[in-house]
């Protein structure tokens, strides 16, 4: 049933119980694609160099991090694994990828690590199930 599931994760312990339970039903469904990705907000390119490069380069250091401990909670799957990185608005490039790459499922936590959190869901996982072009499963 779902075939190629988009795993969104930011660090957070909701997006890394979001991996294992990504990770279970990639099992469970014996699912051709498991596509983890992080997305960061794009560096405004008013800050110039070398400021601009430092500021990416630690960006690029905490997402590929970020990736490592979710592909570390994903396991063994039956699945291909991809991962990616992007720079953008959280939501909608998670949308974007669910569309681009035919996403049957879209799994995330519940909150993540923004500053400002809702009252129930997180501004990013509201925006994810507002929009997106499959089902949505947030995990607490």
């Known amino acids: 049933m779902f075939n190629n599931i ?3 994760v930011d660090g957070s312990d909701h997006a890394l119980n979001a991996a294992r339970v990504a990770a279970q ?3 469970s469904m014996n699912s051709a694609e498991l596509r983890i990705a992080v997305v960061y907000d794009s560096i405004p390119p008013l ?3 070398p400021d601009f490069q430092v500021i990416l380069n630690a960006r690029l ?3 590929e ?3 490592k401990s979710a592909v570390k909670e994903v396991g063994e799957v039956p699945s291909t ?3 990616e990185t992007i720079a953008g608005d ?3 490039a ?3 990828v669910a569309e681009t790459r035919k996403c049957d499922l879209i799994v995330m936590g519940s909150r993540g690590l923004g500053r400002l959190a809702g009252l129930v869901l997180g501004s990013v996982s509201q925006k994810v199930v507002s929009h997106a072009p499959c089902p949505v499963l947030i995990v607490r």
């Open 61 to 63: 250091d905490e997402t």
């Open 81 to 83: 694994v991809f991962t």
């Open 6 to 8: 988009l795993l969104a």
């Open 47 to 49: 800050l110039g160099d």
């Open 25 to 27: 039903l990639a099992r």
């Open 94 to 96: 998670i949308i974007k």
């Open 90 to 92: 959280p939501a909608e």
């Open 65 to 67: 991090t970020i990736l």
